[in-house]
């Protein structure tokens, strides 16, 4: 019969391994355990085991402390921020998760597993305070340049319609849902939206919601109220700063489908509430949503509330992908080869014929932008006034397929390739390990011994984000 190890150095072990800081406070709270990883917030064993919460947590108060309220009321507290100064004087915020310790049906104390966020939360404030000073600032020289839909570059039927819609569009207050796979062009549509439609100094406020953590998003949409949580401050969010203008949310999909519901409240009363306050405050904004994802993969998928979409889809707009209007592709560039013989100084002609047939046959996962890319990189590397193939560096291209989902991967067997199973067999290694590790790519990365970037951009490339989402709202196991 083989070694039977004891509950306490199992646990022990695999907590200390963690990357997550872990803390363990007793019914007196009093600190109990803390694991190697969170002396990397300023944490030390010889200055925190024994002490008081308060008497290591300086600033901590008892109506602010989620220690406390998880002991009172024995409810575990889930993905809260929490800023705070530790008892060196360093100020950081953390994404943080409660939870009771039973024994024998009481609450004999409670752990904490936290991720130092301060980075991203400092980043996160940075950024509504630039989007103030952009709403502060409209009349200044617009970067884009696009005034009109001549800028739209095409004769295909697809984007005759579109820069039909646009002017029209413009001319309504009503929301606009914006569908267009990466690289066709979203944020001119936009653009050309809000410069045709909105006086001078009207703000206009752009976010993507797939660039924010979702534990903050709620603050960086709403605003927040000094106290509300740990280091909270009175700060207006985007809904407020966008009043009187215009608000584009990107890949709205990324958006929890809890602050869904709140957006939608927002758009049906015209009014918000910041996160921990009671005022309501009026709000006026016309909404532009967009994603990359077919609106039905997103409505089947659940991944966007079915009534939100309904609302938002009183005007819809669709871009086409470059596959799909190929016989754009001598007008789109020719319109770059001009842009970047003036920003280059160049006095490139055209591309061979070689090169054009590449084009035709390429699939263009990128599309717009990654033509714009590529004759951009061949700009800077031909001698020539004409762009040849080895300037486009073929062999260093990428080519993915078109986005997809990761059924779309999966379903067609008909051309059974080695590239083909290697994405079946990728997609189901990730789903498995992400339902492991309940959406923690971190853990999953370090089982599926890849680095974390890899992990993330093939989670991005199979289209496994909802994946992860369902995975991290797992309920966790009480503890007992």
Not at 191 to 205: G, L, T, V
Not at 301 to 323: F, G
Not at 413 to 425: A, F, P, W
Request: charged share 25%.
């Amino acid at each position: 019969m083989g070694y039977r190890f004891t509950n306490s150095q199992i646990y022990e072990q695999v907590i200390e391994t963690l990357r997550e800081r872990v803390i363990i406070v007793d019914a007196d709270l009093t600190f109990f355990y803390m694991n190697k990883a969170a002396e990397h917030i300023g944490l030390n064993p010889e200055n925190v085991i024994g002490k008081s919460l308060f008497s290591v947590f300086p600033n901590l108060s008892k109506s602010n402390s989620t220690i406390l309220k998880v002991l009172e009321s024995g409810q575990s507290i889930i993905d809260n921020v929490q800023t705070f100064i530790t008892y060196r004087g360093e100020r950081k915020t953390t994404l943080t998760s409660t939870y009771p310790i039973y024994e024998d049906n009481v609450i004999v104390g409670v752990f904490e597993v936290f991720e130092d966020v301060s980075a991203l939360h400092d980043t996160s404030e940075r950024l509504v305070h630039l989007q103030q000073q952009q709403s502060e600032s409209q009349n200044k020289k617009n970067p884009y340049k696009i005034s009109s839909t001549d800028h739209f570059i095409g004769a295909t039927p697809e984007i005759q319609q579109l820069k039909e819609k646009i002017p029209v569009y413009a001319k309504s207050t009503s929301p606009i849902f914006l569908y267009g796979e990466t690289g066709t062009g979203k944020e001119l549509v936009v653009q050309a939206i809000k410069n045709s439609s909105m006086e001078k100094n009207a703000p206009f406020i752009a976010q993507n919601c797939a660039a924010i953590p979702e534990s903050l998003l709620e603050g960086i949409l709403f605003g927040t109220v000094k106290g509300s949580f740990t280091g909270a401050e009175d700060r207006p969010g985007l809904f407020e700063l966008a009043d009187g203008g215009l608000l584009f949310l990107d890949e709205i999909n990324s958006m929890p489908l809890s602050l869904q519901g709140k957006l939608l409240r927002v758009l049906q009363d015209k009014k918000v509430r910041r996160v921990g306050g009671s005022k309501e405050i009026s709000v006026s904004f016309r909404l532009i949503a967009a994603t990359n994802v077919p609106p039905k993969e997103l409505l089947h998928k659940k991944e966007l509330r079915a009534d939100l979409y309904y609302r938002l889809n009183v005007l819809y707009l669709e871009l086409p992908p470059l596959r799909n209007r190929k016989s754009d592709i001598p007008l789109l560039v020719d319109h770059f080869i001009n842009l970047y013989n003036d920003e280059l100084q160049k006095s490139v002609i055209k591309v061979d014929e070689e090169v054009m047939d590449y084009f035709y046959n390429y699939n263009w996962p990128g599309n717009i932008r990654e033509l714009r890319n590529m004759i951009e990189r061949a700009m800077n590397l031909t001698t020539s006034s004409i762009i040849q193939k080895e300037d486009i560096q073929v062999d260093e291209i990428v080519s993915l397929p078109p986005q997809t989902t990761s059924e779309d991967y999966v379903k067609n067997d008909r051309n059974t390739t080695l590239q083909h199973e290697v994405r079946k067999l990728e997609i189901d290694l990730i789903t498995k390990q992400l339902s492991t590790t309940n959406g923690n790519i971190s853990k999953a990365a370090r089982n599926l011994d890849i680095p974390q970037q890899t992990l993330s951009n093939k989670i991005k490339k199979y289209n496994l984000n909802s994946e992860v989402y369902k995975q991290k709202m797992k309920n966790l196991p009480k503890i007992e």
